[in-house]
C-alpha cells in the first residue's frame, strides 16, 4: 500500500504475516512461505549498498518522503540542503534523477563490527549504505584508504566515489 515505496527505500524484503490475505498481499508481494507465519518478499526493495551517479537534495523530512512515494521506485541518494552546503564535493554530482545509474553492491561481507562490499561505480558518484549512521561511531574507507562519512537519506551512511571503477 501507502507504505510499500518508504519501506522499499528502508531496504525491508520480508514481510511476515498471520492467516494473510494472500490475494490482497500478493497483487504486490511474492509469497515465498506458508507455515504459521506466510512469507512475502518484496521484489523491489531496495540494495542494501547500492552506487549512484546523481544526487537530489530536500529541506525537510517531508518533502524527502514525498521524493520517495512519488518517486520511479528506483533507489536514489538525498542529502539534506543544510548537509549538502557543509560538503561542496557534491555539487559536482548531477541532480536528474530520471537519468541516473543505480548499481547494486555485490560481495558483502558482514560481521558483528564491520559491512564491507563492492561497487562497480560508472562515473563519479556516491555510494548509499542502508545502515543508521552514527556520528564518530565507525570510519569509511575506499581502497584502503579513509573517506569522510556523507549522509544520505536522511539517517543512513553514505561515501563520494571520485572515479570510475571497481571499489
Not at 520517495?68 to 521506485?73: P, V
Not at 561542496?88 to 563490527?113: E, F, I, S
Not at 560508472?122 to 565507525?138: A, K, N, Q, S
Request: net charge neutral; charged share 20%; hydrophobic share 40%.
Amino acid at each position: 500500500g501507502v507504505a510499500r515505496p518508504v519501506l522499499d527505500a528502508l531496504n525491508v524484503r520480508l514481510y511476515f504475516d498471520l492467516q494473510s490475505d494472500q490475494g490482497l498481499l500478493g497483487q504486490s508481494l511474492k509469497l515465498v512461505k506458508t507455515a504459521d507465519l506466510d512469507v512475502y518478499e518484496s521484489p523491489t526493495a531496495w540494495p542494501r549498498a547500492f552506487f549512484t551517479n546523481r544526487l537530489t537534495s530536500y529541506e525537510q523530512t517531508a518533502e524527502f518522503i514525498e521524493k520517495i512515494k512519488q518517486g520511479d521506485g528506483r533507489p536514489f541518494a538525498a542529502v539534506q540542503r543544510p548537509d549538502l552546503a557543509r560538503q561542496p564535493q557534491l555539487a559536482t554530482l548531477a541532480t536528474d534523477l530520471a537519468g541516473r545509474t543505480v548499481v547494486p553492491a555485490t560481495g558483502y561481507k558482514l560481521t558483528g563490527n564491520t559491512t564491507s562490499f563492492s561497487v562497480k561505480a560508472t562515473e563519479p558518484g556516491i555510494v548509499v549504505l542502508t545502515e543508521t549512521l552514527w556520528p564518530d561511531d565507525f570510519r569509511v574507507e575506499v581502497d584502503g584508504q579513509r573517506a569522510p562519512v556523507i549522509r544520505v537519506n536522511h539517517a543512513f551512511k553514505g561515501v563520494l566515489i571520485a572515479n570510475a571503477g571497481d571499489h
